[in-house]
């Protein structure tokens, strides 16, 4: 039996990255068809570096800070890492930097985001206190493509949680996050189809 080809993915992340190790467990899996060929941080002191190297991921820290207010200076270094990597998809792992136009060109259609809502609703910071202020029954995450405007790229695939009462942001976060380990795998997966453009994932992917 011919083994699967893994196609290379890159994994940018700012701190633990919780969803990075759920996308390293799916790797590990015979049949998942992604290997992790690197994961960058913009934060050197990132938990997740390290868990990414008990796994024998290679990692690379890329610290912001030191290009100062030039941000697409910064994200051309990262730009680079992948490419010479090899990744062919790039997934958000918790990465939080605004991206600029450099990196959304360059990656249009191969850059995929994790959110922590049922997107449209709730883009940006601070969904769960937001979703429970605006007494909304259901909540839940979001992976879709990256563009230009934040958290407003085409929805690959969504999970769904519903709000219980004595729901706190922490208790709603916490249910999310368990989605969040399966969706995005899952969504990874279905844009890695053969001959799968990713906005053609977008029909119905979801995990309750």
Not at 11 to 37: Q, V
Request: aromatic share 4%; charged share 20%.
């Amino acid at each position: 039996m011919t083994a699967m080809t893994k196609r290379p993915i890159g994994i940018l992340i700012s701190g633990r990255g919780s969803n990075m190790g759920a996308l390293i467990a799916a790797c590990a899996a015979p049949d998942y068809p992604a290997r992790i060929a690197i994961v960058i941080s913009n934060n050197p002191d990132a938990p997740g570096l390290e868990t990414a190297r008990a796994a024998g991921l290679a990692t690379k820290a890329i610290d912001h800070r030191t290009f100062g207010r030039e941000r697409a200076a910064h994200e051309r270094v990262i730009d680079a890492a992948l490419r010479d990597a090899g990744v062919e998809v790039v997934c958000l792992a918790g990465y939080m930097r605004l991206l600029t136009p450099f990196l959304t060109q360059a990656w249009a259609g191969r850059m995929l985001n994790i959110h922590p809502s049922l997107l449209p609703s709730f883009p940006g910071l601070h969904t769960h206190e937001r979703a429970l202020q605006a007494g909304v029954r259901l909540h839940g995450c979001t992976v879709h493509l990256v563009t230009e405007v934040m958290d407003e790229g085409p929805i690959i695939g969504q999970a769904a949680v519903p709000v219980l009462s004595g729901d706190t942001p922490d208790s709603l976060a916490a249910r999310i996050l368990t989605q969040e380990h399966l969706l995005y795998p899952a969504a990874l997966r279905r844009v890695l189809r053969p001959g799968t453009h990713p906005e053609a994932t977008a029909d119905a992917l979801l995990c309750v």
